[in-house]
């Protein structure tokens, strides 16, 4: 009788101390989209969406522009020829985060096989014919996309939201001695975690909701989103089955228990215990959990490497897709302009509006750095297409005169890197009084607008007007107007409006830079 292999985790502990190294370098990038009191914002932050090769080659294809910054990701790519889908396993956040959600929640058992991963092709399909067709699909799916979005507009929010609350609950009815504790605690944690200030977005829980229904998937089977849908992966799948490294078992050496099968928590083991590197991310539990050690990964000449497509998709399917992903832009085209519709504004920067849609992936970064809160991801303002897409909200937050981060921090260009001196000349739109509501008008003197206003010389200026207070009396009003052609529609005069509800002067799109 064969004796038993001890298994040797060696590879376990190495892939953990990688995906704790590169969720911790997330993380820490994440943390530093922030207004820290400086001009400037590394484009280091973009690093995760830079080394994203279906976001690089997905926006480079519908914009018809060759994006330099998105090029490390062909790099990774092309590393599945000789690794493997090992960025999965190794270094995708996402990924990491799921298996945290796994050993935390203890959910579901991996199901042996993947019956569902024509899925993830589908839609990896879809997502390039549509860009070829210049609609851009992969903010909707891509795991980058949706973790950093869900984080800035909804759970970061929500959390910096609760560590106030509670520590304001403290100092308004702890003692000193609670104080002595919980002031330098929360000193600390405004210098390291909490954003520099309190932010608010729209459709917050929505953006919150789709990011929970990834982890939620781990419930119902492990590495779910992994498996079955993300678009990301199926890239990393297509390329790693063309290369030369390869999984393999002994037969000699197999017993038969079906442990691999078992504990794969992709599902890339089939019956006869073959490994399908579509698959596989290269945990190495199967190496390090054979009691028989009948496992092993090597690289293979390419004739033994190049298998039939038996873990890909039909041909109906793959028509199927490529028609889907004609047919979308199809739909698309022939959409009302909602904008016009509408009237959104865009930010500082944006370009014109079908390449700022074809480069624009969603992430939400733009929104998590902007100091006035101004912008906001758009649900149905803009269309489908332009979901998640920024648009600025002067009622909720303004764009700040002197701030340029969001085009700083835009990992593809959606949004221009203006200089300062031209950020301030950028017209996103243009303000006008609804005289109606406007105080002055009604014989009140009130002149935020006018105060707030941080263009030189003022796009708001007034004229003293004369008007009846009843029985005889009369007073002097001084009454805004908007000065022509003054106005960059930074919207803080909205914004700081005292009215309730619709203020008395109103951002519209009117004049912006982009399409002069």
Known sequence: MAKKRQPVKKWRWARRISQGIWLAIFIWLFLAIDFTGSDQISRLYGLFFSINPLIGITTMIASRLWISLLLPGLFFLV?????????????CPMGTLLDATHFITRGKQTMPGNPRRNIRYVLLLTILVSSA????????????AILVRGLAVSLYPAFDYGIRSFFT????????AVHAVT????????ATVLPFQQMVFQWSVFSG?????????????????????????????VVARLGLFRGRRGEAKCGGCAVCRKICRMGAIDDDRNISMTDCNICMECVESCPQGAFSFKWSDRQKAVQPVNSGISRRT????????????????????????????????????????????????????????????????????????????????????NCNLCGQICPTGAIENLSPDRKREWVIGTASFD?????????????????????????IHYNEVEMSRGRGQTTIVR????????????GICENKCPLTGPAAVQVSSLRETRHN
């Not at 090992?86 to 270094?91: A, D, E, L, T």
């Not at 609950?169 to 000193?176: A, I, L, V, Y």
């Not at 002031?183 to 405004?190: A, D, G, I, K, N």
């Not at 005289?435 to 796009?459: F, M, Q, S």
């Open 79 to 91: 590393s599945a020829l000789f690794l493997g889908r090992w960025f999965c396993g190794w270094m």
């Open 133 to 144: 067709f210049g609609l851009q699909l992969v903010g909707f799916f891509d795991p980058f």
């Open 169 to 176: 609950f403290t100092f308004n009815h702890g003692n000193p």
């Open 183 to 190: 002031e330098p605690v929360y000193s600390v944690l405004r």
């Open 209 to 237: 909701l789709l990011l929970i229904g990834v982890f939620f998937l781990e419930l119902w089977e492990r590495r779910g989103f992994c498996r079955n849908i993300c678009p990301l992966g199926a890239l990393y799948g």
């Open 318 to 401: 793959f028509i199927g897709a490529a028609v889907t992903g004609v047919a979308l832009p199809a739909l698309h085209a022939v959409q009302a302009d909602n904008r016009k519709v509408l009237d959104l504004i865009r930010p500082p920067g944006a370009r014109a509006e079908q390449e700022f849609l074809a480069r624009c992936v969603r992430c939400g970064k733009c929104m998590k750095v902007c100091v006035g809160n101004a912008l906001h991801p758009a649900m149905f303002e803009s269309g489908v297409s332009g979901m998640f897409s920024p648009i600025v909200l002067p009622r909720v937050g303004y764009c700040e005169y």
């Open 435 to 459: 005289t109606d509501r406007c105080l002055p008008y009604r014989g009140i003197n009130c002149l935020v607008c006018e105060e707030h206003c941080p263009v030189p010389g003022k796009a």
């Open 479 to 490: 009454q805004p107007f908007m000065r022509r052609g003054r106005c960059i529609g930074c």
